[in-house]
């Protein structure tokens, strides 16, 4: 069982910069695939990032539209995971989630947070 609590959302003017954070507590936090979602009023919730895990060489990806303006980093002694983001656009407005996920071929552990909400307007 893994316990996720995001922070750092807020009002930003555009051109701004959050770093948002996930605090993860429970057990063997580093087997875990750690991303962060987004959803838009109105939108489906969509991938934003996400990192591997250090044992799988901690490989990173990003929703296209975030690429070369958001950073995803993790912690494995603190059990953390960072979102930096600059270079915010009005579109990145919308509620920010945590998740991490460990599977195989016949199971599944998919855990979330609450969000953070992140409103990026002038």
């Known amino acids: 069982q893994v316990q996720l609590v995001e922070s750092g959302g807020g009002l930003v003017q555009p051109g701004g910069s959050l770093r948002l954070s996930c605090a993860a507590s429970?057990?063997?936090?580093?087997?875990?695939?750690m991303g962060w979602y987004r959803q838009a009023p109105g939108k489906e919730r969509e991938l934003v990032a996400d990192?591997?895990?250090?044992?799988?060489?901690?490989?990173?990806k990003y929703a296209d539209s975030v690429k070369g303006r958001f950073t995803i980093s993790r912690d494995d002694v603190k059990n953390m995971v960072y979102l930096q983001m600059n270079s915010l656009k009005p579109e990145d407005t919308g509620v920010y989630y945590c998740?991490?996920?460990?599977?195989?071929?016949?199971?599944?552990?998919?855990?979330w947070g609450q969000g953070t909400q992140v409103t990026v307007s002038s």
């Open positions: 998740n991490a996920f460990f599977g195989g071929d016949d199971y599944e552990y998919d855990y």
């Open positions: 429970g057990t063997n936090f580093g087997i875990y695939l």
């Open positions: 990192i591997a895990t250090r044992a799988s060489g901690g490989s990173t």
